[in-house]
């Protein structure tokens, strides 16, 4: 049974560059979460996708954008890379759009110069 | 006032002692409740899901929730080396409709 993955494991960018980061849900999931993690911090949500729209949005500018695929599979976009915007990228999975438990990836660690 | 508020730490503990991790927060409208695991370097892991006041047990663990106190805690039981860890209380619901992450209670079990 696949959990979630995402790719890349590990990114280094330069300010003002854009990345698009990668989540395939778990085996029977249909809904992708995103998070932010900065050091010493909580999960910090950015926005929820579920049937190939975006349900909720945390409190994050529109240089983060996403998108959900028919295959429920998810990217999230950021643009205009700011040195504030280095943190762990964790995508997580659940069934429906509600209160189902999420199960996240391993993340991708977002380093920017 | 934070949405989800937890204590730091670190927790430390004996092994072979009971671990108590505490969590309250603060929108009445929250209807569920999750406890993960992170590892350092690593990605939050869930140990338990409650829905309901009272307690729900899994095998070490036991999830308490009380609505009326805005209070949730995580025991674990014969703590373990293998249980340091961060522990991240998160709730679902309310205003949000969304999960809102602590900032996770750092848990030492000492040898």
């Known amino acids: 049974d696949a959990g979630v993955t995402q790719s890349p494991t590990h990114l280094i960018k330069t300010r003002g560059q854009q990345v698009t980061l990668r989540c395939s849900p778990k085996?029977?999931?249909?809904?992708v979460s995103w998070y932010q993690q900065a050091l010493g911090q909580g999960p910090q949500f950015i926005f929820q996708?579920?049937?190939?729209?975006?349900?909720q949005r945390g409190n994050f500018p529109d240089r983060f954008s996403g998108h959900q695929f028919p295959n429920y599979s998810s990217e999230l976009n950021v643009n205009a890379l700011l040195l504030g915007d280095s943190a762990l990228y964790l995508c997580?999975?659940?069934?429906?759009?509600?209160?189902?438990?999420?199960?996240f990836g391993d993340g991708t660690r977002l380093s920017i110069l | 006032q934070k949405e989800v508020e937890q204590n730091s730490g670190p927790l430390s503990v004996p092994e072979g002692a009971i671990a108590s991790l505490n969590c309250t927060y603060s929108d009445r409208g929250s209807q569920s409740f999750f406890w993960y695991r992170q590892y350092s370097g690593k990605s939050p892991e869930l140990i338990m899901s409650?829905?309901?006041?009272g307690d729900k047990e899994d095998g070490r663990f036991t999830a308490q929730l009380n609505k009326a106190s805005q209070y949730v805690s995580l025991l674990i039981r014969d703590s373990q080396p293998s249980d340091s860890a961060t522990y991240l209380c998160?709730?679902?619901?309310?205003?949000?409709?969304?999960?809102?992450f602590g900032t996770g209670t750092l848990l030492a079990v000492q040898p």
């Open positions: 996708y579920y049937e190939e729209e975006e349900r």
């Open positions: 409650i829905y309901s006041n």
């Open positions: 997580a999975s659940s069934l429906g759009a509600g209160n189902q438990p999420q199960h």
């Open positions: 085996s029977g999931h249909d809904t």
């Open positions: 998160a709730g679902y619901g309310g205003a949000t409709n969304k999960l809102i």
